[in-house]
């Protein structure tokens, strides 16, 4: 039988991360490049474990955790979720979210940044061609800005 | 308006062997393609524009002849206006019949080479004085020459596109060092 195994997102970024759990409801403290998650079981708090060696973070959970007691008898708050893999898959959904979110607003930033500039450009030689003596008039063509310098020799 | 009246449909063809000194548009002397398009979809284009008519210029575009007299033809059809550049003199085009039969086809033709010691940026749409208007609707050809035109053109991503017949002045407008190397070549 063939068997398919499929891994999370690898969760790379921090910020990313932390803004996953933060649209979860999920409450976390940060100490030193660990995540630790307010979700408990048997050993204690699960964490997001940075590994500087695979460049990314793992999720440290007590592995019974994950599916094999369900419920989960010793108190791990993970109902909402019913096991660690479920919960990871919501974390990983979020964390694409988050990463869109992010490409987004980098892309407006860009084109704002771009829009500026095509702006300060156009205004710059706009003010050279009237020092030049052109009379300037100016129209949209679509994306593309159209300026039509006109200098009569009398 | 830089390339004839009214609104055009303005197209660079390119490829020519007539080297103008002083020609700004060296870089459409190669004979190797630049954008290569199926005539069919250039007249689709034009067509789709709806301007107030056709300049063809280059390059030099009596060296499509070919596919230039079939384009104009579709053109005519459409009663479309065609306005065309020709580095050849009209003793050189009455020579040749083809060159003849597309240039009878243009409403305004203006022919002959660029002639770096006759340039003057304030002539009506042509570069030397020894270029002519030649057109068969006159009242075109009436106004005066006194006014330099240029056209710039800012993409969306900032690039910047001058056409027309600029002086010195415009690489100081344009501040754009490699642009104005271009067309000092």
């Known amino acids: ?154 | 308006m830089i390339y004839g009246p009214g609104c055009r449909y303005v197209i660079w063809l390119q490829g020519c062997r007539l080297h103008c000194k002083g020609c700004w548009n060296k870089s459409m002397w190669s004979f190797d393609p630049n954008i290569l398009l199926e005539r069919e979809e250039l007249l689709r284009n034009i067509l789709l524009k709806a301007a107030d008519g056709v300049t063809i210029l280059g390059g030099e575009p009596l060296e499509q002849p070919d596919n230039l007299l079939w384009l104009l033809n579709q053109l005519k059809k459409s009663g479309m206006h065609i306005m065309l550049y020709t580095g050849y003199e009209m003793n050189e085009i009455s020579f040749e019949k083809k060159y003849q039969e597309i240039c009878n086809m243009a409403d305004i033709l203006i022919p002959g080479r660029y002639h770096e010691n006759e340039r003057d940026i304030y002539l009506k749409w042509r570069g030397s004085r020894n270029q002519k208007i030649i057109s068969k609707d006159d009242c075109v050809i009436k106004e005066e020459d006194s006014t330099n035109e240029i056209e710039i053109i800012i993409d969306e991503n900032g690039k910047l596109c001058c056409l027309g017949y600029p002086d010195d002045s415009i690489s100081d407008i344009l501040s754009y060092p490699e642009l104005t190397s271009t067309m000092k070549e």
Request: with cysteine; aromatic share 12%; glycine share 4%.
């Open chain 1, 1 to 154: 039988m063939s068997s398919v195994i499929k891994t999370t997102t690898p969760f790379i970024s921090k910020d990313l991360l932390c803004e996953a759990l933060d649209t979860m409801d999920i409450h976390y403290t940060i100490k030193q490049d660990n995540i630790i998650t307010e979700l408990e079981d048997y050993y204690g708090l699960q964490m997001f474990v940075y590994s500087p060696e695979l460049g990314r973070y793992q999720y440290q959970h007590d592995s019974s955790a994950n599916g094999r007691f369900n419920p989960y008898p010793w108190g791990m708050d993970v109902n909402k979720w019913g096991t660690v893999s479920n919960f990871l898959q919501v974390v990983d959904t979020e964390y694409q979210n988050a990463y869109k979110r992010l490409e987004e607003k980098k892309l407006k930033e860009e084109e704002e940044r771009k829009r500026k500039y095509i702006e300060a450009q156009k205004l710059k030689i706009i003010a050279k061609a009237e020092s030049k003596g052109y009379s300037v008039k100016e129209t949209r063509q679509g994306d593309k800005t159209r300026l039509v310098l006109v200098r009569t020799h009398y």
